[in-house]
């Protein structure tokens, strides 16, 4: 117990210590244009914490979110789904595609169309994991490919003679969602005027999930069990392949929710220009932010979503707001090797820790039968 | 890479071990170039679709090829060492940005070279000290430095090229670019006997016309990088102790070799590579553009892959890549139908030879595929041009589903190494 | 303690040792690996260092051949101090040193195995042939019959050992070390290697031989330092101790021996397995038409050269590999179908070969470790969820009964000495009642202490009717610990030999195929 709380203080340390080296190096980048970074990050501050971008952040949060806690499923047992991207905007333009079609009583309606996501993204995945297993394809090169190829797939079906729909003069979406399907938004911030995504209950609800599974469930224990040695896992009778398929479904289909808060609670339609790529490696970054646990990554998506938001503020003041960009870049790959050095760390403090109680019970060593 | 599946059971010391499969003599490499260049000559005939062997296409397949190439190569050199590389992606865009950026401001294309290796040093050194130095999970480094290189070049861009004539936070201002070696008189002569389309002359003078007509002092530099590289990695003692880290990193280091400095040399030479494949690209282009990389540099991974880690094989594989890609950006849909043919053919090939080989299954389905590509081939008069785009993508796919089984990674390729940890 | 000798230095030798070590301490995290340790070796000696596993002697090689720097004490090389920095350092020295695990790059060639870290150019390049000469003329000198050309994943291990001695030579050492040389070969290769060791010695130069197989020790060396908990006990001759005495000096007691006692075995079958073949991904059969039956209460050794098909058999037992034909039937059940982790509820144990990796979660809590192979059995789980309170509770069980040494349960299983850790692996093993234990090499690189125990637990494990399946490279465990023996030889069961009657030598020669058939001689 002692042991994990101060691994939990280390990891947190470690966490802000990359993020304070990040925003040294942005700060740096920023000097050397001739801005003044506490003039930005002041900036930054102010409009970040208006009531306006709160919500802005909360919803883009909750799409991170999800979108991290796809990532991590497979972070767990060492496996790299790069495909979140293509696998949650194929989810989200057949889902979209299919929730303008039927008519569905309220309720029924919403349900369907997330099913009908899930199902997509996972299937999507899917086709890594056969790859992954019947051929021994790597499923980072697999889910990059599937995610080009997601977008040209995506392109066609989009054709107005498939399953695109004409709204206006050039924009193309699919058929608008009815009211039946919707999810209103929720009044968080009461001064806002604007709403936050209702589905923002469902990605907390899928963290829980998330955790509850991965950490009490026997399949949790496999999971992990397969991420720490896939060598032991499959000796104690975990099926290793089971369990890669498995885990990219499951992981697919976390996907195919992280389109859902804005096709149904604001768009109510795909169209390739609300739903852009990038969204997919986001989630990485974040997952890797986080640790891959729920509570680390909700963390990660507020701090991501506010820097998203809070830059928006820079193009005014005729700085490029991309700097933000630099700052989550330096962020992810700082916090990745502060985390490896603290599980040095402790492991070498554990053995000493180790060394020491079994040294000073030297008596019941000595009487041992050597 | 993580290519072979982890849950294989130990592979133990044996004493009467099957030599790997061997390789294919020189003799027997021309004979499988002849006999794929008559099957295309063939199914251009069979088609119509005449760009499919065009000097054009040609020509474009070494310039679509290149970067994949480079990028392959980078892979080669870091994986070699025993540092898996995905990365690249993301120093193939510094190399874009710097080389547009560097011969923009100098109006040089050469310093466009060099910005070309600076944007892949930066890369490569960064991965270098992650992974090396502190032992981070390597692919996560990699997709953290493509993370990071996008964001990177995205706020250089809005700082550099805002303001310039074209230029803004997305894209470059037209860049000067390298000059076309060509040689009239030969691609006229060329040029006559391709218009003819006889069968296999045309296709080989197509091919002559794509040489003189494309090459550039860049493209012939590069190229040499890839002899040149199998000299330095297969026939000097440096090569030999950079290839024994990724075979066994702990036996090289009993032997006093420096683990370490190889593996960063390797890397951040990958790391050159594929910014040198950016600077391809945009002198290529002429500009600078967001997401000009595209994948390549994933795609030259899996053209490494596919080349079973070795510099001739990766050329063959980025071949392939950069001929659909030319293929598809030319002729467009209906070049790619033709191919659809060639496709169904070689298939067919593959799992006559499996079944004769009494391997029942993978024969069966790739018969049975086949078929189904011929049937779609029969039904259809052009592919969904929004696919077409992608026509490499799915190539990787289904190359690396074909072939990742016989393939020989480098046997410490991946995995974290730190000093003194040896048994 | 016992006082540290001074060193008794007698007999022809060189004014100068070859080596000496004066106070060597070496520390890492939470232990004191080296302490004080004093040796000198004379040139033109083989000289033993023994001790038992966990001692300290690798780690005390390693400090000699520059791998890490000790805390303190000096290391003196033919009469100057010297302090090493790296192995080159060491190589430079005039130090070689061959690994117990052997250091070889299975895709390189055995010249470039040899000649890496030392290569031979012409111009900047690998010149090929000069170190072909070298390599064959090194080999005819020492008579070890290497073939520079070979890719080195085509060799067996005796083969893989000469390479390594090779590697040494090349670097021109006149100070090897070999760490557990014996550990994987058969006796017959044992006798070569020590042809090669007196040549060697007759050239001049000198040897450290690390064991623990005291027999040995007493057969080859010159001199033996006995090394206990990281210190040096005595340097003896061995014309004047016995192989008892060593024993005492090294562990302070006599050493556990490997043995039976009255015979349980019954008639009742309780693993059986009928022609199973295993084909390897090339297609070769690495394990072919197996039939063997182990009864109630019974346990069968299985002796062969290491890669010869029993890893393999041990896999396809336990459902980790695919078999082409045959059958597995576990009492009377037919298994062959079934899921690694349904044989394992149904009742098999294993212990397999390599605890780090397919024995333990390194990085995870004892009591996550004790969930592992029983992840679907009470008391871990209650239906589809983690009973972490039960399996803690029996965690804390495991450790007492076990005796394995640990300040609590939420240590990592990394923290533990090997031989905890694999009485860690024995307890989790027996819990849960099964009926059939596969041991794979169940005291490798464990301590006297946990050998004697882990022997006890497979007593215990047959007493209790259990059918034991035990494979080891240590032919006394092997012939000491099994009911009925049976040698494997490329995937194929060719003998059975009576353990009561057997020496190593005969069952060396079974096992490498050589010798005349044991059945008719030994098993009637």
């Known amino acids: ?370 | 890479m993580t290519v072979q599946d982890t849950s294989a059971p130990t592979a133990t010391v044996r004493l009467d071990r099957v030599k790997p499969a061997r390789r294919l003599g020189r003799g027997q490499l021309w004979l499988a170039a002849l006999a794929g260049l008559m099957l295309l000559a063939l199914v251009r005939v069979t088609t119509n679709a005449n760009d499919i062997t065009s000097g054009g296409t040609l020509g474009a397949t070494i310039a679509l090829g290149m970067p994949i190439a480079l990028a392959g190569l980078g892979g080669l050199w870091s994986e070699r060492s025993g540092v898996v590389n995905i990365g690249l992606e993301g120093m193939m865009i510094l190399g874009t940005f710097f080389g547009a950026d560097f011969a923009y401001f100098t109006h040089s294309p050469w310093m466009g070279v060099v910005g070309g290796i600076v944007g892949g040093f930066i890369g490569g050194i960064v991965h270098a000290v992650a992974t090396v130095t502190f032992g981070v999970d390597q692919i996560v480094s990699g997709v953290a430095i493509t993370i990071l290189a996008t964001g990177l070049a995205r706020y250089l861009a809005g700082v550099f090229f805002t303001g310039q004539p074209g230029g803004g936070p997305t894209q470059s201002p037209a860049i000067p670019q390298f000059t076309r070696l060509r040689v009239p008189a030969l691609d006229s002569f060329f040029g006559r006997i391709e218009n003819h389309h006889w069968f296999l002359i045309s296709d080989i003078a197509g091919l002559l016309r794509g040489l003189v007509t494309t090459l550039t002092p860049f493209t012939i530099v590069m190229a040499l990088l890839f002899p040149l590289t199998w000299f330095l990695l297969w026939r000097t003692a440096f090569g030999l102790q950079l290839r024994s880290c990724g075979e066994n990193p702990t036996a090289a280091e009993t032997l006093g070799v420096g683990v370490y400095s190889r593996k960063y040399v390797a890397v951040i030479v990958s790391g050159i590579l594929a910014g040198l494949g950016g600077a391809f690209l945009a002198d290529f282009a002429g500009l600078y553009r967001e997401g000009q990389t595209g994948g390549r540099g994933f795609i030259g991974l899996a053209a490494m892959i596919f080349g079973n880690w070795r510099p001739g094989g990766l050329v063959a594989g980025a071949g392939l890549f950069g001929y659909t890609d030319a293929v598809q950006s030319r002729g467009g849909a209906k070049s790619v139908h033709a191919l659809l043919l060639l496709v169904a053919i070689i298939v067919l090939l593959v799992g006559l030879y499996a079944l004769w080989r009494r391997r029942l299954a993978t024969g069966s389905l790739a018969v049975v595929v086949a078929i189904l590509v011929f049937i779609w081939y029969l039904l259809t008069k052009d592919v969904p041009i929004e696919l077409v785009t992608y026509t490499p993508q799915i190539l990787t796919l289904l190359v690396l589903a074909l072939a990742t089984q016989r393939l020989r990674m480098p046997a410490a390729d991946g995995i974290p190494w730190r000093k003194g940890q040896g048994a | 303690m016992a006082a540290a000798d001074q060193p008794a230095v007698t007999g022809p030798v060189d004014a100068v040792p070859a080596v000496e070590l004066h106070g060597i301490t070496k520390r890492f995290p939470g232990v004191v690996a080296n302490h004080d340790i004093d040796i000198v070796v004379q040139r033109g000696h083989v000289h033993a260092i023994v001790g038992e596993n966990g001692a300290g002697k690798s780690t005390l090689m390693k400090t000699l051949y520059g791998m890490h720097k000790p805390d303190e004490g000096t290391i003196v090389v033919n009469g100057k101090q010297v302090t090493f920095s790296s192995p080159s350092d060491a190589i430079a020295a005039g130090i070689g040193m061959v690994h117990q695990h052997f250091m070889l790059a299975d895709n390189l060639t055995v010249l470039e195995n040899i000649v890496l870290g030392s290569e031979p150019t012409r111009g900047g390049v690998l010149d090929v042939r000069a170190a072909r000469e070298k390599i064959n003329d090194i080999s005819t000198a020492y008579g070890l019959d290497i073939d520079p050309n070979e890719l080195v994943e085509t060799l067996g291990v005796g083969d893989r050992q000469r390479v390594e001695i090779c590697k040494v030579l090349y670097r021109g050492a006149r100070i090897l070390i070999l760490d557990e040389p014996t550990a994987v070969l058969v006796p017959q290769e044992v006798d070569e290697l020590f042809a090669n060791l007196r040549e060697l010695k007759s050239e001049g130069l000198t040897v450290l031989f690390i064991s623990h197989k005291l027999d040995e020790v007493l057969s080859v060396a010159d001199e033996i330092t006995v090394i206990r908990r990281g210190t040096t006990v005595r340097t003896v001759h061995p014309g004047e101790v016995t192989a008892h005495q060593l024993a005492e000096l090294m562990v302070g007691s006599e050493l556990p021996v490997p043995e039976l006692r009255e015979s349980t075995v019954t008639d009742i079958p309780e693993l059986t397995v009928e022609h199973l073949t295993v084909r390897s991904e090339d297609g070769r059969a690495v394990v072919d038409d197996v039939s063997f039956v182990i009864h109630k209460g019974e346990i069968v050794g299985l002796a062969g050269v290491e890669g010869n098909g029993q890893a393999e058999l041990v896999e396809a037992i336990m459902g980790l590999r695919p078999t082409e034909s045959g059958r597995v039937q576990l009492g009377d059940r037919d298994i062959s179908r079934w899921q690694t982790r349904e044989r394992r509820e149904g009742g098999i144990a294993y212990i397999p070969e390599d605890r780090h990796r397919q024995g333990l979660l390194l990085e995870a809590p004892l009591w996550e470790n004790r969930m592992l192979g029983h992840q679907t059995q009470r008391p871990n789980v209650r239906g589809f969820w983690i009973d972490g309170a039960g399996a803690k509770k029996d965690t804390r069980r495991l450790i007492a009964e076990f005796d394995v040494r640990t300040p609590g349960i939420d240590v990592e299983a990394a923290s533990l000495s090997g031989g905890n850790q694999q009485k860690f692996i024995v307890g989790r093993e027996m819990s849960g009642s099964p009926t059939v234990l596969i041991a794979s090499h169940p005291t490798r690189g464990v301590d006297v202490g946990a050998q004697a125990a882990i022997w006890e637990h497979l007593r215990d494990a047959r007493a209790a009717g259990l059918a034991v399946l035990l494979i080891s490279a240590d032919l006394d465990e092997l012939i000491g610990m099994s009911d009925t023996l049976r040698v494997i030889l490329r995937g194929r069961l060719v003998e059975q030999v009576d353990p009561s009657s057997v020496t190593p030598k005969q069952l060396g020669a079974a096992m490498t195929g050589a010798g005349a058939p044991l059945e008719g001689s030994a098993a009637s």
């Not at chain 1, 409009?47 to 767990?76: D, H, K, M, W």
């Open chain 1, 1 to 370: 117990m002692r042991d994990r709380l101060n691994r939990l203080a280390l990891n947190v340390i470690a966490a802000l210590l990359a993020g304070l080296f990040a925003a040294a190096v942005t700060s740096l980048i920023l000097w050397a244009r001739g801005d003044s970074p506490s003039f930005v990050i002041s900036q930054m501050w102010h409009y970040g914490t208006q009531p306006s971008s709160e919500v802005t952040i909360l919803n883009s949060a909750t799409v991170y979110y999800l979108s991290a806690l796809a990532v991590a499923i497979g972070f767990r047992m060492n496996l790299f789904n790069i495909g979140v991207d293509g696998q949650y905007r194929l989810a989200a333009m057949l889902a979209g595609a299919f929730g303008g079609a039927v008519a569905l009583p309220t309720g029924l309606h919403q349900i369907a169309i997330i099913v009908v996501a899930m199902l997509v993204g996972a299937s999507w995945a899917g086709l890594v994991a056969v790859l992954k297993v019947t051929r021994g394809v790597s499923e980072v090169i697999s889910s990059i490919m599937l995610n080009f190829i997601a977008t040209g797939l995506i392109a066609y079906l989009m054709r107005p003679t498939i399953l695109g729909h004409r709204s206006g003069a050039n924009d193309i979406t699919t058929e608008p969602i009815p009211r039946s399907g919707q999810v209103p938004g929720v009044n968080l911030i009461s001064s806002a005027g604007t709403k936050v995504y209702g589905l923002i209950f469902l990605a907390i609800g899928m963290g829980v999930l998330f955790h509850i599974v991965v950490n009490h469930t026997r399949f949790g224990f496999d999971l992990r069990a397969t991420g720490r040695s896939s060598s032991a896992a499959q000796a104690s009778g975990v099926s290793v392949k089971k369990m890669i398929v498995i885990t990219l479904l499951l992981s697919g289909a976390m996907a195919g929710l992280v389109g859902m808060p804005a096709l149904l609670g604001d768009s109510y339609s795909y169209s390739s220009i609300t739903f852009q790529t990038g969204l997919g490696f986001t989630g990485i970054a974040i997952a890797l932010l986080g640790r891959n646990n729920p509570i680390g990554i909700a963390f990660a998506a507020v701090l991501w979503a506010f820097l998203d938001q809070s830059a928006q503020i820079l193009d005014i003041n005729g700085i490029p707001k991309e700097i933000v960009q630099i700052t989550q870049g330096v962020v992810v790959l700082s916090v990745v090797i502060a985390y490896e050095l603290v599980r040095r760390a402790a492991l070498a403090r554990q053995q000493r820790r180790v060394g020491r109680a079994l040294a000073t019970v030297p008596a019941e060593m000595e009487g041992a039968p050597a």
